[in-house]
């Protein structure tokens, strides 16, 4: 699947030229992306990493699926593409540490916080994982544009996922695209032996 240059970190595992392409929507305040999330790690990127039995087979794209029914659910996936953009290369941590506190994100604990102080909590979280210069980068990327209207210096990268999930018609997530078509049959409750299974029947290159 095509993916625009500059969101090229959005390949979380798997080598970037490699033949086939997994495409995994998942949404920070989704409790389903983050099972899928952590299968990622544990099952996945073993397989298709180096030393791996599809090493050089397969990558994983990390596609962005906002999901307006969760309340802050853009102001998660905005800041998460600002970590890609002030250090790229700590994306998939900032992004593994998102699904690891989503339940804070969740629509009952920001019931009564301004988008401003939701922005402080994904602020104090990247904090852990990227350097003080980067966070002033990250700051600066989640400043709102002098226009009434404007958006944020990565409202046009929010703007691609979103589109691409829609064009996709892609609904909910979790929801993985092996090839470019709909894996329906891909769980986030699949474990090490299904995911094995599923690789083995779909690799051919």
Not at 18 to 47: E, M, Q, Y
Not at 66 to 83: F, G, K
Not at 162 to 168: A, D, E, L, T, Y
């Amino acid at each position: 699947m095509a993916l625009q240059p500059s969101l090229r970190p959005l390949i979380v595992a798997g080598n970037p030229d490699a033949p086939h392409t997994l495409d995994v929507f998942l949404d920070f305040t989704c409790p389903f992306s983050g099972k899928f999330s952590r299968a990622v790690d544990n099952h996945i990127a073993p397989l298709i990493s180096p030393g791996g039995k599809y090493e050089g087979k397969a990558k994983v794209i990390f596609r962005l699926q906002v999901q307006p029914w969760h309340s802050v659910s853009t102001l998660t996936h905005e800041a998460a593409l600002a970590v890609l953009k002030a250090s790229p290369s700590n994306f998939w941590k900032f992004s593994r540490l998102l699904f690891d506190h989503q339940e804070e994100f969740y629509d009952n604990p920001t019931l009564d916080l301004t988008p401003r102080q939701v922005r402080e909590k994904l602020t104090a979280l990247a904090g852990q994982v990227i350097s003080p210069q980067e966070l002033d980068k990250f700051r600066e990327y989640l400043t709102l544009k002098g226009t009434p209207n404007g958006g944020t210096a990565v409202t046009d990268d929010l703007k691609y996922n979103i589109k691409f999930g829609r064009q996709n018609s892609i609904h909910v997530s979790p929801t993985a695209l092996w090839d470019g078509l709909v894996a329906s049959e891909v769980s986030s409750s699949w474990v090490e032996k299904e995911w094995n299974d599923f690789f083995a029947a779909r690799v051919t290159a």
